[in-house]
């Protein structure tokens, strides 16, 4: 009997041997009826009705897969395409999520919201949904990603949500994650905790993958419509991998279809310098959930690095463990020099500034045309626009805005 | 320690916080106090059920450079020796370095150290079911949690599991001090009484003789995290000796353990 890898997880939370729920007993019961809860939504049609409503009319979906016909020729090779989640209302897929768990949130008569935040954009997302269900909002954000991210923070806040600096720790997206799941802690009975990546305990990677799987599915009927087949290469950059999942997912039993997942190489390969987990991770536990995690012999996490703050991880999403392990999808590394060329190329050539996290994605795809055929089409997930990052960029190329 | 009629006391302290010899010498201080049990904490880097005192104490020990395999090995010399003798060791440790680590290993090592027993805060009863067959294969006790939000049935499935004790956290949160006790611990102690004849031991919030007189009568224990842990931060303060600090978390223990008889 061959195994269907699009039918993960079981019903405690297992892809192979990942994901599971490694959490204080107190949160135990909250997930459980979350997942009761979840599962009851999907098959609800009037929640599915009015999600697909929202998609529509507020976020602006179906976005365009969008054929790069300069960069294509720049690259030379295999036709590069672009499915344009920077095009979302607040410029990245993270907004298919929070509106999806924002009214589950209602659904389960809660009206509070608290969520962590890397790159600014899954806070702003959870901010902006929030604020259309009249939500109270509290995002964790390390101190050094608020130094990064200001315009995101000012965002925020302008939408009505608390942003709660983290100073434990690395000060990043992993110092955040924990504490919100001790906000989460001593108040998950009024509160629901909207994680912003396929990562946590059951049903969070479930649940997140599929609420971004709206990016795979759009992006098989429009490459069907478009080129009158699947696409021979679908790439997609991967931090918790949320936008990765989603566009993976629906392409999962495709055989013929070539998955790449992109993670964050950083300076390189040394422990400290990359946040390239699924390169250099062992097994073990983290935030909730078993899979590949950048750590010391003893289990301790390891410090990461990545230009990129939404890349900026140490674990990685227990579906990707189990892909990783099937073989189904390959994973690769890209170093914060080759992310600053995509991105410079990609605005150069296409007049699209992406951001710092898809330009990953995007720099793998510049080398795979190179080596593809003509009549290949490799499609590469856009999945946040850079207006966050260009200050960054800009100081480290040195220049004054 | 009920046919005594008191309560047993059961300090933590965060192991390699500053350093391995520091916790050594709190280890004979406490159990010169007479205290029953002592918690040890293993440093991790990600803590998710420990308020903020907590968490700092585990970042001053990896801090220092804490490994697994040292404790091991400074317990094992401890318990050796003839001058010392220490009550039974619990440890409270993550899934995370247990697995890492290699849980046969874990396992084996922690027993060969001394530990009589471990605490794995986030491997909730539903995963702990191949786990607790290794802990007793071990010799090791794995004490399960039970928190106000656990629902009665989830509970039942739990004790089952469970040996040693039952660990009752009193409040829906994290670790750390906190002024009252919850009023609906005595119920929840209560019926947990019903479901199980393994000794009750409450955690979380507990800093006060007081406190201890709230549960005296319905739980068999309590232990005390984050009102002992906050004060190895004073070992970093050159105003007061390493001495001072050790005799003041004595002077600590002994008026605690005054109180277990009430
Ligand atoms: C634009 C963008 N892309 C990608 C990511 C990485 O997250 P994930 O791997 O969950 O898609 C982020 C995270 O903040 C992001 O903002």
Redesign the pocket.
Known sequence: MTTILSDVPDASGRFGEFGRRFVPETLMHALEELTQEYEKAKQDESFQSELNDLLKHYVGRPNPLYFAERLTKHCGGGKIYFKR??LNHT????INNTIGQALLTVRMGKKRVIAE??????GVASAVACARFGLECIVYMGEEDIRRQKLNVFNMKMMGAEVRAVTSGSKTLRDAVNDAMRDWMSSVESTHYII????GPHPFPMMVRDF?SVIGKETRAQCLEQTGKLPDQVI???????????MFYPFIDDESVKLIGVEAGGRGPEPGEHASTLSYGAKGVLHGSFGYVLQDSDGQTQDVHSI????D?PGV?PEHSYWKDSGRVNYTAITDNEALEGFQTMAKQEGIIP?I??SHAIAHAMKVAREAHSNETIVVCL???GD?DVNEVARLLGQEI | MSSEGRMAFMPFITAGDPDLDTTVAVLKELANCGVDLIEIGFPYSDPIADGPVIQESYTRALNNHFQVHELFDVLKSLSSDQTTTLPPLVGMVSYAIIFRYGAEKFLNEASAAGFSGLIVPDLPGDEALEFSQKTQLANLDLVQLVSPLTPEDRTKRIVQSASGFIYCISVAGTTGVRDELPAELTVHLESLRQLTDLPLAVGFGISKPEHVDTLRGKADGFIIGSAIVKQFAAFSDSNQTREEVISSIGNYATEMMSATRG
């Open positions: 989640e920077d410029g990245a897929h993270k935040t890397g790159a600014g954009q899954h912003g990546s396929v990562i971004q997609a950059c991967v931090g918790g991998g949320s936008n990765s999942a989603g990129s703050a939404g890349l991880y999403g951001a996290e898809s999945s946040g626009r966050k």
